[in-house]
């Protein structure tokens, strides 16, 4: 009886968080310049594409270096139907993350057999691939090959004034933006709290258990598969639309680096630090450029590996062991680090 | 024929590039169970070291000793230093510390030795008698370089104490603390002798691919491949992989698909025979208890 | 209350006098005022790219020089160069931070297609300067359309026009091979080749091979362009494959005539490396002075390049043709705000830009800089040379308005 209205009442206190970051974040872009809410605009689309990644590596072990490519599928999905269909931007979403989610499970197959390193590889080789078949020239009428499609930005479809700066086309878009991730970040938390999501966690940890509990391994990893790559598609057709053009110079496998980054500077299996992870991975290079002019780079990759010395399991892991401390031993659960599969055959190595 | 010919051999020595590239992506493996991305620029750091040796008047074969002792150290330091705080960690920070680790190397080169690409000497005379129109002296010579190092490499782990002891800190690190191994210093050792060996290789591959701060970015994914592609744990497949991606990768462009998607297709056909033979085509099946 | 006549004379005469004094006084946009003019710059100072980076370092110290000297009219230089990587994404957040936190009077030198493509629709809509971009595409000089645009370098479908009559004049039947990089430039210099040969093209051209930046090597694609049977070469790369691509060539034995593109000709950093025999008889295009050609390293002109490098990149490469390209262009900039006096709103930058007509030191002897309202296109004029194992050799007209 007590633990349930303990349970209760966190829900309640998190709902109340989650409420408050949202009506700041909605003030926010009044309150800064255009270029900031630019940013900012990034940094939430980020923190969708992150989210989807952690969905296939934080929470199903599976080590994906290629959702760049899944990102530039989804940008591009959203600058052909805008610019050669004429498809207004908000319908691109839906049609982006379908795609994304059809070519993912399929991707899914041979990431059956794959396990840890050679998943990497795959996915690595999948990110490289992408940027080359776009420049390809039997699709360019479709694609711009290597010049790339402009768009236009989107102007507001109301204007009103608040704090006294107007509803400007960067600030509409970084409430639509908002609004999209509020609905990404809700569908993924369901979906890990339910049914499918402790298959997937069960899949991670023990998958000859798990099939040995009747948990369905190949449809469930695929589908994996499929979501995270829905969720990075949308966050692909979000940023397309954003920056209003795309090139396959934008979608280098640096790319799928940096969102492996932002998964593992945020916390493996955790919801809130895609956020954390979207922050570091925006800010930090441009933070690094201020430091240093002539190697702007080694001073990211010092700051990197501080990161990762500092807060091992991310942002959220840390919160989680501070978290941890605070409560009495009993009630610590199994905050058990989340066990990456990275052993060949995708046999776990003891 | 002739065309194909050259096809083939200059599919061989690129293969000879990416299979010592690999070589030293699966010595760090046997000895660490990790992949370390950031070999590739160490290796372009080392070959600007030997540059910068050769430039102010060492000879070419001192340089060459001393770079590659200089890796070794490097290397030792870099695993004691900047790897042991992250031992305990869980995989995936590793792998961001090892992209770190690969943006200060790159930067750090651009920085210290700027963009303009360099030459660097090869050590094998140009008219030898040996050489033929389909392949270089130093295409001969660096493939028989990496073949001593593969050789040496098999032999070190086969039959030495201390190979034994590497690979056994790599596979079951509490047991090997057990019997008496020192687990740390093996991977120190494992990631120097990997630094040293990303040096001989990248002071192979610099005559013929020019020296800049980006050289290795394109043939560590190559390398990358060749090594799954071979079996990660084998240092025979990493080099039998890098001459089958070396030639697939040149006759695929020049015959099948057109240079426009050759990287594409490559990459295809190499994810392909994982998918059927998941261990690479020469690595063993690990077997581990439920 | 009337005025006695004396008093209207004089507030008339104190009106149009400050009238008059309006007439001079300064004029200032964002990023100019009494003291200094922001100059916003994006470079690729990391990844794919970055062997460009050279340029943004040159620039940087010309403009060091100037501010040493004075100033331009009593004005410091302000540089602020943001690195975007040639991720055209990150052009549009550097250039976004350039134009409204910075708030620079302009952007100068944005380097390569794709992220100037990225910026192209927002710098003429927020109508600021994006001056003497550093690609040689031929969409940049359309006044009409893009009035806030300008290119600076000769375009790179005029040079391989060039080439291609030249091809048509000397070798009417010969066999053509090319390699390009897949990306916007080399398929631009294909495109301009391909219109110069018109109809002959598709019988002339019998092999067309690219690679990627991420390649190691060229050679497979060299062995299938020597299998083709071409007879003439037409090698657009960059540095570091223009070197491999030449050396493989004779390592095949195979001698082709050889036509290469003006962004690797530079002979320290491409031929010698390459192997300066193997370079005999390649033709290229220049319309800057190479550095390492002996014919230049005399005289005033590159007396003053040698002192500005000495004393304001005493690290940098004597040899790298990027420090002469930036040096010039910088010199451009530095003549436009010249010509703009005290008038430093972002208009008269424009107009200023689209009235030069001058020379600058390290041009090749013929060629100009000239633009005017219709007329986006500042370099035009290139000249033909051919190399002879030390140095290039001008031959030929002047081609180019």
């Known amino acids: ?195 499918v999501g402790r298959a997937l966690v069960a899949i991670r940890d023990h998958p000859i258990a798990a099939t040995a509990m009747g948990i369905n391994l190949p449809m469930f990893k695929s589908l994996a598969f499929g979501v995270s790559a829905a969720f990075t598609g949308v966050a692909g057709a979000l940023g397309g639309i954003v920056v209003a053009f795309v090139a396959p110079d934008s979608f280098t496998v640096f790319l799928s680096i940096t969102f492996l980054v932002g998964v593992v500077v945020g916390g493996l299996a955790s919801i809130w630090g895609a956020l954390f992870g979207a922050v570091f991975i925006q800010f930090v290079p441009n933070l690094a450029d201020e430091i240093s002019k002539s190697a702007p780079w080694a001073i990211y990759g010092a700051f990197l590996i501080a990161f990762m010395y500092l807060l091992p399991t991310g942002v959220v892991g840390g919160l989680r062991k501070l978290a941890a401390r605070h409560r009495s031993r009993a009630d610590t659960v199994a905050d058990a680090a989340p066990h990456v599969d990275t052993s060949p055959t995708n046999r776990r190595r003891s | 024929m002739e065309a194909l010919l050259h096809q083939i051999f200059s599919g061989l020595a690129n293969g000879c590039i990416y299979g010592s590239v690999a070589l030293a992506l699966v010595m760090i493996y046997q000895s660490t169970h990790h992949i370390n991305f950031a070999q590739g620029e160490m290796a372009t750091f080392s070959t600007f070291i030997a540059w910068a040796l050769i430039q102010s008047g060492w000879p070419y074969w001192g340089a060459f000793a001393a770079t590659v002792a200089i890796s070794f150290a490097a290397g030792v330091a870099i695993q004691r230093i900047i790897l042991r705080p992250v031992e305990k960690a869980p995989v995936l920070t590793n792998v961001i510390v090892f992209i770190g680790l690969l943006v200060i190397f790159n930067s750090l080169a651009g920085w210290i030795f700027e963009h303009t690409i360099k030459s660097f000497p090869s050590p094998f005379p140009q008219d030898s008698a040996l050489a033929s129109v389909y392949f270089s002296a130093h295409d001969l010579g660096s493939a028989a370089v990496m073949l001593c190092v593969l050789g040496t490499l098999y032999a070190f782990f086969r039959f030495t104490k201390i190979g034994l002891g590497m690979r056994a800190a790599a596979l079951n690190p509490e047991s090997a603390r057990l019997v008496g191994i020192r687990v740390s210093w093996m991977l120190a050792l494992g990631w120097g002798l990997a630094a040293a060996i990303g040096a001989v290789a990248g ?34 497949g990493a080099v039998l992989g890098g001459f089958i991606v070396g030639v697939l990768e040149n006759l695929l462009g020049a015959y099948v698909i057109g240079t426009e998607l050759k990287l594409t297709v490559a990459l295809v056909l190499i994810v392909g025979t994982l998918t059927l033979r998941p261990n690479g085509l020469f690595g063993k099946a690990v077997v581990a208890r439920v | 209350m009337t005025l006695s006549a004396p008093c209207k004379t004089t507030l008339i005469g104190a009106a149009l006098a400050l009238a008059a004094g309006a007439a001079w006084a300064q004029k200032y946009d964002p990023g100019a005022d009494d003291k200094e003019i922001k100059v916003g710059h994006l470079n690729p100072y990391s990844g794919p790219a970055s062997a460009y980076g050279t340029i943004g370092k040159a620039i940087a110290a010309y403009f060091q020089k100037v501010n040493d000297e004075g100033g331009i009219n009593g004005r410091k230089i302000d540089f602020i160069s943001l690195d975007d990587g040639y991720n055209p994404a990150k052009t549009v957040e550097q250039a976004r931070k350039l134009v409204e936190q910075d708030e620079v009077l302009l952007i100068f030198q944005p380097l390569g297609t794709p992220p100037n493509s990225a910026i192209h629709k927002y710098m003429n809509t927020k109508k600021v300067p994006q001056l003497f971009v550093a690609t040689g595409a031929t969409k940049w000089g359309d006044p009409q359309n893009f009035p806030w645009t300008m290119g600076w370098q000769p375009n790179y479908q005029s040079e391989a026009k060039i080439y291609a009559a030249h091809i048509l004049e000397t070798m009417p039947n010969a066999k053509i091979g090319v390699l390009y990089q897949n990306d916007d430039y080399g398929k631009d210099y294909l495109k301009g080749f391909e219109d110069g040969l018109s109809d002959k093209a598709a019988s002339m051209i019998v092999s067309k091979v690219s690679y990627e930046v991420t390649d190691p090597t060229v050679d497979s694609q060299m062995v299938t362009l020597k299998s083709s049977g071409a007879d003439v070469f037409f090698n657009v790369t960059t540095p570091k494959f223009a070197a491999q691509a030449i050396k493989k060539a004779a390592e095949l034995g195979w001698k082709p005539t050889q036509y290469l593109n003006s962004v690797s000709n530079a002979v320290g950093s491409v031929l010698k490396p390459a192997g300066l025999d193997n370079a005999v008889g390649v033709i290229s295009a220049a319309y800057i002075k190479d550095p390492t050609d002996p014919q230049f390293q005399t005289g005033p002109e590159y007396e003053a390049w040698l002192a500005w490098m000495k004393k304001y990149q005493p690290g940098g490469d004597l040899t790298s043709n990027f420090n002469v390209y930036g040096y010039t262009v910088a010199q451009t900039l530095v003549q436009v705000l010249k010509q703009c006096g005290n008038d430093l709103t972002r208009a008269n930058v424009m107009k200023q830009a689209a009235s030069l007509d001058m020379t600058l030191p390290m041009l090749l002897p013929g060629v100009n800089i000239k633009t005017a309202a219709d007329d986006f296109f500042p370099i035009e004029r290139e000249q033909l040379i051919k190399f002879n194992g030390k140095s290039w050799e001008r031959f030929g007209k002047v081609y180019g308005r």
């Open chain 1, 1 to 195: 009886m007590n633990a349930d209205a303990d349970a209760e009442r966190i829900d309640r206190r998190w709902l109340w968080a989650g409420a408050l970051l949202l009506v700041a974040l909605l003030v926010l872009p009044f309150l800064v310049k255009n270029y900031r809410v630019f940013q900012l605009n990034l940094v939430i689309i980020y923190a969708i594409a992150v989210l989807g990644l952690n969905i296939l590596t934080g929470y199903n072990g599976q080590i994906s270096l290629g959702h760049g490519a899944f990102y530039a599928l989804g940008a591009y999905a959203a600058a052909i139907l805008m610019d050669q269909a004429g498809w207004p931007y908000w319908a691109t979403l839906p049609a982006a993350a379908l795609a994304c989610f059809g070519l993912g499970f399929l991707m899914g197959f041979p990431a059956l057999r794959l396990g840890g390193h050679y998943l990497a590889l795959a996915t690595f080789a999948f990110a490289l691939a992408i940027p080359q078949l776009l420049k390809y020239k039997h699709i360019e009428a479709w694609t711009g090959g290597v010049q790339g499609i402009v768009l236009s930005k989107p102007e507001p479809p109301i204007s009103f004034r608040f704090l006294g700066q107007p509803l400007s086309a960067d600030r509409w878009l970084y409430v639509f933006s908002l609004a999209v991730a509020v609905v990404m970040f809700v569908l993924a938390w369901n979906l890990i709290r339910g049914r």
């Open chain 2, 203 to 236: 002071m192979m591959v610099a005559p013929v691919v020019y020296l800049d701060p980006n050289m290795m970015s394109g043939i560590l994914l190559y390398g990358f491949a060749a090594a799954l592609l071979g079996g990660i744990d084998n240092p025979w």
